[in-house]
Structures are given as C-alpha cells and as structure tokens.
C-alpha cells in the first residue's frame, strides 16, 4: 500500500510512526521532491539526522533521493537541528536533519529549511513537496536526472561551536556550577563541545552530565522538558549538587529549559525577557536606536514591557516557528522568544538555538553575583496559568461559548491566533487555541495576582469543558 504523505507532513515539518507514516520509500521519494520543487538540481543539499536509530538509514534514503534528481549532497553525520540551521546560515544552501524532536523513540521526521536557513513551511513549499513526493510514490518511480548528483561528508560541530562562543563570551563570568539534562538526545554532543573543553579551550563552568550518551529509545525519560516531570531528574541533581543552574534540552536540542539553584524552574517567558535585555543592548551599542525583538502572544506581557524599558520595540507573533522566522527577517529584529523555549537570533541566521539562549542565560548569571532565583524574578513579575489542555470535540463551539461570554465585558478580543482576550486595563488576559493535530483546546493565561488568575482560568475552563 502507497504511503499516504498527508498523516505524517504537518505546517512546518514532518513527522511520523517509523515504517508506518515514514519509511524509506517514502523518504527517497521526498528527498527527490525536495531537489524538483525548490529548483536544486547541480546545487548542494546538506543532510544530518539525530541519534535516533532509524535517522541514518532515513538520511541515506534522502540523499539517494536527492541525488537521482541531480542534486550535490553534503552528509553532516550526526547533528542537532540547530546545527543543521548553523550549516545552511553558513553554507548558503538547503538542508534536511531527520528528528522528530521530543517525540517518542517510535517517531522520526524532517526538519527543512532554504538556502540561509529560511524555514520551510506548508504556506512556502512543504505542501508542494508533499504532493510531488506522493507523485513519485504512486508512480513507484523516481526518474534519474541526465547527471546525478555527488556524495561528500562534512563534520562542523567544531565550527559551529566556536560560532557559538564568538557571540557569547562565556571566558571572563564568574565560576559556576551547572547540571545538564540532555535527556539521551543531541545535547549529550553538542554541550560538551561547546560549552566543555572536548574542542575548545575550557571555560569556568563545572559541568555536571546527565544522561549524555546518545540513545534515540530515551532509556532515562522521554527527552520533552515541557512537561514538568521530564525536569525531576534535573531538579533532584541541581540541588544535590549544589548547582548555581540546571539546563534541560529536548530530543534535537533546539529548545533549552532552565531550573534554579533551588531546583525550580525558570519561566521561559523570563529567558526571553533577560535575554532580549542584552540583545538590546549589543545593538544598541553598535549603532541601532530602537532594535525589534518578537514574542508570540502566550508569552508573559513582562516581555514588551521590559523591551520597551530596555529601548527596544516588540512584535507580537502567532504561535510557531516559521511564523517567527518570518517576522523575524520582515522587522529584521535581532531576538525572538516563544515560550515553549525555542529562542531565535539575527546572528543566527534568524533560527532557533536552545545551546545560544544558555550561553545567555549563562552570561548573564556568571556577570552578576546574585543566585538566579533573585536574578530571574524581575524578568517574572505576574502570575501564570501554563498550558493547560482541554479535550474537547467541536473546539470552534467551546471557543465560540468563551468569546460570547466575555465579549460584554470591558476587553480587547483578537483572533491572530486562535481566541485571545485581554482586560482593557491590562491586569489579565488569556488566549485558546485549538490544536491542530489532536482534539485539545489549548489554553494560556496570565494575571499580576494568583488570586486573578486562577479566577479567569477557572470561568474559561468551566466554560470550554461544558458537555
């Protein structure tokens, strides 16, 4: 039975169950795709894949594809998907690393970006992939090119690490202790090299590995640090060492989560906020008078009013990484955050790096004497609801219920992104949003007291989980 591409190709990556939405047929097929929609024939496709055990047959397949069609592929080997955005920025040419991120050791999948890293989304060429991919697999063909393409390996992790430490200075912070959790994903790689002596010179940074070695069946927890207790490891080692900080990484490492020395977590809103605080400032150092910095509309409102405070200018997003990436390069904003910790940088080809948004976080620890509890809770100043998701069947109607019931009051509604309501007097807001791949409405909320935020959170609840 053909594969069908629809189950696994989703707004901006791809992913899957292994052998069942996403097979090496299947692969091939895409990697073919991949080279005919976006024009490569004759030019370099970089690919790399994580440690998950089917991502380096799932690699060859794609080359194999990508090379009938005509294309030059540089093999990247083992990488983390912000190395494959690292080697494209560089590079100047289009990639794929197979990942599936925080997903479970059964899935794989694509992450895609253009040439300079600009993302690849179903609004600018995933969908034409998707269809010329299913082309080929219902033809059960791929035509050679008149001249296939070459094969060449490339290793940059030591490149990469070294951009990494060209734009955080990490040399001259004060000696800190720190634990990380890489969860058996990427960061088991890149953390040591970047911010450990195994490539570069050794920084004052007494590093505490946890669960480091390289295994896609995640054999310790599942390598999501968005749910809380995927962090307990972490917190348990940060306290019992003593550690000044905790750094979690999910599956591909391109998200960062970060725990206090008490073992408690640090908002990502928070992160976002300290360090577009020092972007602002290294821009404005070198010449620029009001930098941009992007936040998607479930972080904390602590974010523009403290870029504000800080000189710059905020640009409120939808939710989701190609939609960042692209405000990103439109404002030609020098920092972006969304609070599920994927961190993005102008000096990083406009990509997300969970490793560069510790650097930060590290730098900024290090340059100040106060632990980060105190440290971080000026970047946190309201009271927050989280995520919290409700299983619901018709999610326009549960969203319809909340909007008619709050419509009469003093508020400002928007629908950027699902439903989002704010008090006229900016005390509160929340936003619902649906997701797209499972019957969940989605809801985040925020108020300066607990007491008024558990109020709205528990009227929106009530009203969506109405049977």
């Known amino acids: ?33 991949f080279v005919d929609v976006l024009g ?53 040419a289009p990639g794929v ?29 995933l969908e034409d992939i998707r269809d010329a991919a299913q082309a080929y697999l219902e033809a059960e063909e791929i035509p050679a090119a008149g001249e296939p393409g070459t094969v060449e390996t490339v290793n940059i992790l030591g490149q990469y690490s070294e951009y990494l ?26 953390t040591s090299a970047v911010l450990g002596d195994d490539l570069l010179a050794a920084l004052p940074l007494d590093i505490t590995p946890l669960f480091f070695e390289l295994d896609g069946t995640f054999p310790n927890h599942p390598a999501n640090p968005l749910e809380s207790e995927n ?54 150092a070198e010449g620029e008078d009001t930098p941009v910095v992007i936040h998607n509309l479930i972080t904390s409102q602590a974010v523009p009013e ?30 972006g955050g969304e609070h599920s910790a994927h961190y993005y940088f102008r000096e990083f080809f406009n990509a997300d790096t969970g490793m560069l948004a510790a650097m930060h976080v590290l730098a900024s620890l290090g340059g100040q004497d106060r ?42 509604i928007s629908h950027m992104d699902g439903l989002t309501v704010r008090a006229a007097d900016g005390t509160w807001w929340f936003n619902l949003r649906p997701s797209n791949t499972e019957p969940f409405l989605r809801f985040n909320g925020e108020a300066h007291s607990q007491e008024q935020m558990e109020s709205v959170r528990d009227e929106v609840l009530g009203l969506v989980r109405q049977s």
């Open 1 to 33: 039975m053909t594969i069908d591409l629809s189950a696994s190709f989703k707004a901006y990556d791809v992913r899957g169950l292994v052998d069942e939405t996403i097979t090496e047929e299947s692969v091939r097929a895409v990697g073919a795709a």
């Open 40 to 92: 490569l024939a004759g030019q370099t496709v970089l690919v790399g894949g994580d440690m998950r055990a089917s991502s380096g047959d799932f690699a060859a397949a794609f080359t194999s594809g990508a090379t009938s069609r005509g294309a030059n592929v540089t093999q990247l080997g083992l990488i983390s998907t912000d190395m494959l955005y690292f080697a494209s920025g560089i590079m100047d």
């Open 97 to 125: 690393v197979f990942t599936a991120s925080h997903n479970p050791a059964e899935y794989n999948g694509m992450k895609m970006s253009k040439a300079g890293a600009v993302p690849l989304s179903s609004e600018t060429g």
């Open 165 to 190: 430490r060209s734009l955080v200075d990490l040399s001259q912070i004060r000696p800190l202790k720190v634990v990380v959790d890489a969860a058996n994903g990427m960061a088991g790689l890149t």
């Open 231 to 284: 962090l307990r490891d972490l917190q348990a080692a940060v306290t019992e060492h003593g550690a000044d900080i905790g750094l979690a990484f999910d599956g591909d490492a391109d998200r960062c989560f970060v725990i206090d020395e008490r073992g408690e977590p640090v908002s990502p809103s928070a992160v976002t906020a300290l360090v577009a605080r020092r972007e602002i400032a290294r821009a404005q």
């Open 306 to 335: 403290l870029v504000k405070a800080a000189g710059g200018r905020a640009v409120e997003t939808r939710v989701g990484h190609s939609y960042i990436k692209a405000v990103m390069a439109q404002e030609q904003a020098i920092f």
């Open 371 to 412: 632990p980060l509890s105190e440290f971080a809770a000026e970047f946190n100043p309201y009271s927050a609801s989280g995520e919290i998701n409700s299983e619901v069947e018709d999610k326009a109607a549960a969203a319809q219920r909340v909007e008619s019931t709050f419509a009469d009051r003093d508020v400002e």
